[in-house]
């Protein structure tokens, strides 16, 4: 078995796997909120009359659009962009939700990295703000939402009025907040009680009412693997008491949930899972193999009621007594004494730092003046309801119809003052709210930043090697608040268990993971040998893809003797993001290749990257993966490209990177039949073996026959012709005679696979 180590000198290389904590992406430019930018869309008027009448609301069918986006920064304008409704009940309201979807008729087209817009036309809503308040609020209780922001919205030049402008939930917003994004993500809707249903995953897929899958897995949709959620339920449901902590903590970030779950009832978001089983993702993070919450379509709160529901009044610590059915995501946590507690310090938390009225009334405040201006000649947002433009002013104080209860600032008074009365705080153990493990070539970094109701006096790292006996050492506090200890790592793997105590100031003491059993692989193991071939940087006439597209692509080659599982790995265009784009679930046999369309367009394929290559220079490399700490496997920084050449190791698989006379694309780089007549005349025959096509060169060229070994002529081409289809004939080897001006014949052999 040919397999290489990776020398621990020479690279320093750093990767890092997390967990609970969240990356937050800067607002950006299409989120900006101290203004509202303007959105344009042309349409055929036909094709608007089509997308808004009555029959078809309930269509999903995209129209090609013209999109202009207009700030104070500039005017930015998108042809050929999709556009339909979007939403349940409210696409057949007035005021109905659009979907704006960047790549639907260009593949791979981005908006300031964003492939799609959810603009919500907010009809129940009369202050066309209790969204925003609560994406907002949410936000700053550290839970990965989604950006959002207002903008006024323009249809064939008719104003549509004040809309929410709502980031899109795939893969892009998971590579913008997760550390790992390949994972599956499922979008949630009614009935999603997540109960157990049985060990079937084809009962959840095909939980679909209303035509409408409950549990709709939204990435790698050629594998259709519902196996993770599954899990999850079962453990959620079915995982007795005692062991219910343990088990959950490896499947579910709970820390990240509790938060949720005071969120939703400081907001009253009765049309999530809590109560209405309804409006939420969540994403399987296959690297800590963990779920993660993600809060979806939070626009029924803050007051508005259809139930006659007192909302802000009702019972923190039991929030489903109006419920008579299972919430096992609700009821199995807070069942949990520990988190029951937690859940009690995050509330205390949010109703002391920020959700209260000295906090936010100046926020609404300010929000009001920037947008009012807009609401004034909102025609679209009186259909429903008949709010008027004083109904908008007023509802930031006051209540106005049956179903909003409140007004903004006197629904957040109700609420904290009820939600203070009922609180019960008790002492809560030191928790684990953010954990990050560090290698490099030859130390690992471990650290924790922990929370709790005291001042934390002592934190110790217990661990053991290969399970030979227990030591532990005392974590040091960092100035950006973690605990950490370095561990010197030797070059031979060795399995360490793992876990941290953390005590308090009133001696209370906690454990993370709970059940003491973190583990992680220590050194390197070998890598098998996979080279990066060949690759082209910048593609415009040579080959195409499956669409037809002239793409950027790289050339992976298996140059060992075994075969090599191609899931475990990566490719990356930067070397501090090593597991971008996990390869294609295939094997590749010895002395094999792999294409790799490098495109910026997963969406493609499993054999599209979610990055394409810069003709100017950049990095490309193949890594292992987070059990062997993203091992560099094969890697090379290049320089300027040249168009449609591409760049070979010469020899194949071993040499260094040079430019191609021709590209080999999937082949042997040293597989040129070099023919050389005795006046130097030299004439090329490419690839070989071949597949569809062969390039012809040489000087003075005027015939090319291609024989069958029977002597059967099968193809013949006169003059100096490069290219040659030879896609009609079949697998075996064949004889090409090139005859040049002198008459001089030469003959090689061709072998077709």
């Given at each position: 078995m040919q397999l290489k180590w990776l020398a621990l000198i020479g690279w320093l290389f750093l990767s890092t796997t997390s967990w609970t904590q969240y990356m937050t992406p800067d607002?950006?430019?299409?989120?900006?909120?101290?203004?509202?930018?303007?959105?344009?869309?042309?349409?055929?008027?036909?094709?608007?009359?089509?997308?808004l009448a009555d029959n078809n609301r309930n269509s999903n069918h995209e129209f090609p659009v013209s999109f202009t986006f207009t700030t104070s920064q500039g005017i930015e304008t998108l042809e050929n962009v999709g556009f339909r409704l979007r939403g349940n009940t409210s696409r057949s309201s007035s005021k109905p939700s659009f979907?704006?979807?960047?790549?639907?008729?260009?593949?791979?087209?981005?908006?300031?990295?964003?492939?799609?817009?959810?603009?919500?036309g907010e009809h129940n809503d009369p202050s066309i703000m209790r969204s925003k308040l609560c994406w907002d609020t949410y936000a700053m209780m550290d839970i990965p939402v989604s950006r959002v922001n207002h903008v006024e919205l323009y249809v064939n030049d008719d104003y549509r009025g004040l809309y929410i402008n709502v980031e899109h939930i795939d893969e892009e917003y998971i590579a913008k907040r997760m550390t790992e994004s390949s994972g599956n993500l499922f979008k949630c809707l009614w009935p999603a009680d997540l109960v157990y249903l049985g060990s079937d995953p084809i009962i959840y897929e095909e939980l679909a009412p209303f035509g409408r899958q409950a549990y709709d897995l939204k990435t790698n949709t050629a594998q259709n693997d519902y196996t993770d959620l599954v899990r999850f339920i079962n453990i959620l449901n079915n995982t007795p008491p005692e062991n219910f902590q343990c088990e959950i903590e490896k499947i579910f970030d709970v820390n990240n949930y509790l938060k949720v779950i005071v969120m939703d009832i400081l907001t009253s978001n009765w049309d999530g899972p809590i109560i209405n089983k309804n409006n939420f993702y969540l994403y399987h993070?296959?690297?800590?193999?963990?779920?993660?919450?993600?809060?979806?379509?939070?626009?029924?709160?803050?007051?508005?009621?259809?139930?006659?529901?007192?909302?802000?009044?009702?019972?923190?610590?039991?929030?489903?007594?109006?419920?008579?059915?299972?919430?096992?995501?609700?009821?199995?946590?807070?069942?949990?004494?520990?988190?029951r507690d937690r859940f009690s310090f995050y509330m205390d938390k949010a109703i002391t730092e920020f959700f209260n009225?000295?906090?936010?009334?100046?926020?609404?405040?300010?929000?009001?003046?920037?947008?009012?201006?807009?609401?004034?000649d909102d025609v679209y947002a009186m259909g429903d309801y008949g709010y008027t433009y004083q109904d908008f002013l007023n509802s930031y104080e006051m209540p106005f119809t049956d179903h909003v209860k409140y007004g903004l600032k006197d629904y957040i008074e109700t609420r904290v003052s009820t939600a203070s009365d009922q609180l019960s705080l008790n002492d809560v153990p030191p928790f684990v709210v953010d954990k990050h493990v560090d290698w490099s070539e030859n130390q690992i970094i471990f650290n924790y930043l922990i929370d709790g109701m005291s001042s934390i006096t002592g934190v110790t790292f217990h661990y053991s090697i290969d399970g030979v006996e227990w030591m532990e050492a005392v974590m040091t506090l960092d100035q950006s608040g973690y605990y950490t200890y370095v561990f010197n790592v030797d070059v031979d793997p060795v399995l360490m268990t793992y876990y941290i105590e953390a005590r308090d100031e009133n001696n209370l003491v906690s454990f993370s993971p709970y059940c003491k059993d973190a583990t992680v692989q220590l050194g390197f193991k070998p890598t098998y040998d996979l080279v990066i071939n060949e690759f082209m940087a910048s593609n415009t006439t040579s080959r195409q893809d499956e669409f037809g597209e002239h793409e950027d692509w790289i050339e992976i080659y298996n140059n060992g003797d075994v075969t090599v599982p191609l899931f475990d790995y990566y490719l990356t265009d930067n070397p501090n993001d090593p597991n971008k784009w996990k390869l294609p679930h295939v094997t590749l046999s010895p002395d094999s290749y792999l294409i790799i369309w490098a495109d910026d367009d997963n969406s493609q394929g499993d054999d599209h990257t979610n990055f394409s290559l810069k003709r100017s220079g950049e990095f490309i490399g193949i890594f292992d993966n987070h059990l062997n700490h993203y091992a560099v496997v094969d890697s090379i920084t290049?320089?300027?490209?040249?168009?449609?050449?591409?760049?070979?190791?010469?020899?194949?698989?071993?040499?260094?990177?040079?430019?191609?006379?021709?590209?080999?694309?999937?082949?042997?780089?040293?597989?040129?039949?070099?023919?050389?007549e005795k006046d130097e005349v030299v004439i090329e025959i490419y690839p070989n073996p071949a597949v569809d096509h062969i390039y012809v060169t040489g000087d003075e060229i005027q015939q090319i026959n291609i024989f069958d070994v029977s002597g059967r002529l099968l193809i013949s081409h006169s003059g100096n012709k490069n290219q040659i289809d030879v896609s009609d004939l079949?697998?075996?080897?064949?004889?090409?005679?090139?005859?040049?001006?002198?008459?001089k014949k030469t003959i090689s052999k061709l072998v077709i696979r």
């Open positions: 607002i950006g430019y299409v989120f900006q909120d101290n203004e509202v930018p303007r959105i344009d869309i042309l349409m055929d008027q036909d094709s608007l009359d089509i997308l979907k704006v979807s960047f790549n639907s008729f260009e593949s791979g087209r981005k908006f300031y990295d964003l492939e799609k817009l959810n603009l919500n993070d296959p690297i800590i193999d963990r779920f993660t919450y993600i809060p979806y379509d939070l626009d029924n709160t803050v007051g508005i009621d259809f139930f006659n529901i007192d909302w802000p009044s009702t019972d923190i610590y039991n929030w489903v007594e109006n419920v008579f059915e299972d919430r096992p995501i609700y009821s199995k946590i807070m069942s949990v004494p520990e988190y009225n000295q906090y936010l009334n100046p926020y609404l405040d300010l929000k009001l003046d920037l947008i009012k201006a807009y609401r004034f290049y320089l300027e490209q040249t168009e449609d050449v591409s760049f070979e190791r010469s020899p194949n698989g071993i040499g260094a990177f040079a430019f191609a006379e021709y590209p080999t694309f999937g082949y042997n780089n040293d597989a040129v039949s070099h023919l050389q079949s697998s075996g080897l064949f004889l090409v005679e090139l005859i040049n001006l002198q008459n």
